[in-house]
């Protein structure tokens, strides 16, 4: 039993008489297919000699990439890989680390006979004969083209998200649901004077106002939490204690079962506003 990204795979023994013992209980067949691959459909396996050659090909390995084994037999196990991976003779740095290292994983695109291109998760191992000496190497595959493009997409999302957050004046943060400080996006510590977000994660929110700006956060955090809009305007400290003025929204960050897991805040720098007002004759800068 062998594993190949969390997999696992079995290549049982053939008799003797039929090949060179390659080692883990795997034969390599003097006809170069090994039968212990047959009736193993989803063990994507592909073998080859010490050149890189191919000299055999698993039932999974068939439907994986669409070559029958006298396709493929005698050809360079290249033609598996893209063409920029060809160009940067991937095939033989994998061979090379697989002898220096005794497994070679990877995971990036290869191509079907087709032309079409698959996600794989890969490794490499040295087939060796009895008496150690080298005499190939065995390439295991699995397609993981679905996680690939669910993990592709999640990070595009991930990406937008962190865009759109660069890309706003307010200072926003989520809070858990006993309004703790779990993240301030990046201009809301600048406009905070945090130095760094670590010193005041887990913080309690409600503690950063004072007097009657507490009460309100207080209260506007009770309204968000019974699913509604909190919403006040108070003055408070910066991190590094300067006084603004806020305008403050709290809302629920609902999870899948549409009741409150999260809260965000959003809480709007209005200083230069609020000292206008209160200075009404006082000519701009």
Request: glycine share 10%; charged share 25%.
């Amino acid at each position: 039993m062998v594993n190949a990204g969390g997999v696992d795979m079995t290549i049982e023994p053939k008799p003797a008489s039929t090949g060179a013992d390659l080692g883990g209980g795997a034969t390599r067949p003097a006809h170069g297919r090994d039968t212990g691959f047959d009736g193993r459909i989803d063990a994507v396996m592909i073998e080859t000699d010490r050149e890189g050659r191919v000299t055999g090909l698993s039932a999974g390995a068939e439907n994986a990439f669409g070559w029958s084994v006298s396709d493929m037999l005698g050809m360079s196990a290249d033609c598996l890989f893209t063409p920029p991976d060809r160009a940067n003779h991937r095939a033989a740095n994998e061979m090379q680390c697989a002898l220096e290292t005794a497994r070679a994983d990877d995971a990036r695109w290869y191509l079907r006979k087709s032309g079409a291109p698959f996600w794989g998760r890969s490794d490499m191992l040295p087939l060796r004969d009895n008496a150690g000496a080298h005499v190939g190497f065995v390439k295991r595959v699995i397609d993981i083209s679905m996680e690939h493009e669910v993990a592709t997409a999640q990070r595009a999302e991930a990406d937008f998200l962190r865009s759109v957050l660069a890309a706003s004046g307010d200072c926003i943060k989520v809070l858990d649901l006993d309004v703790n400080l779990t993240f301030m996006s990046e201009h809301g510590q600048r406009l905070m004077e945090v130095s760094d977000f670590n010193a005041i994660r887990g913080c309690n929110w409600t503690d950063f106002w004072c007097d009657e700006g507490n009460a309100q956060a207080i209260a506007a955090v009770a309204a968000a939490k019974a699913g509604g809009l909190g919403h006040f305007v108070s003055l408070g400290n910066t991190v590094a204690g300067t006084p603004r003025w806020w305008d403050v929204q709290v809302t629920p960050i609902c999870g899948a079962d549409g009741r409150p897991s999260r809260l965000l805040s959003v809480s709007r720098d209005i200083t230069d506003a609020r000292l206008a007002e209160d200075c009404p004759g006082k000519p701009e800068a």
